[in-house]
């Protein structure tokens, strides 16, 4: 019922920058939260950013403090990730991720690949 698709992913060198977009099919005021996770090969997914819908407060992985910034759109249902200064280490499958006090709804994902 509830879809989210991601975008904006694709090949970057170190350094460079990527804007990831989250387009909801409801109301984003229907979460409590969204946020951005990041699987790497051979690792767990782990939360990158994280934006509450009541206030607005945020929360950023120390990997990624001063990086990547995490915005909202309401009128458009849309959530965002820019991401600056990327590192290869910041290659992975981005997902975005909404939670609401009926479950978690994930997105497809999107591929970021960042090269020395």
Known sequence: ?????????????????????????????????????????????????????SGGSTYYADSVKGRFTISRDNPKNTVYLQMNSLKPEDTA????????????YWGQGTQVTVSS
């Open 1 to 53: 019922q509830v879809q989210l698709v991601e975008s904006g992913g694709g090949l970057v060198q170190a350094g460079g920058s990527l804007r990831l977009s989250c387009a909801v099919s409801r109301s984003i005021f229907r979460f409590y939260a969204m946020g951005w996770y990041r699987q790497a090969p051979g690792k767990q997914r782990e939360l990158v950013a994280n934006i509450a819908t």
């Open 93 to 104: 499958v981005y997902y975005c991720n909404a939670k609401s006090t009926d479950g978690t």
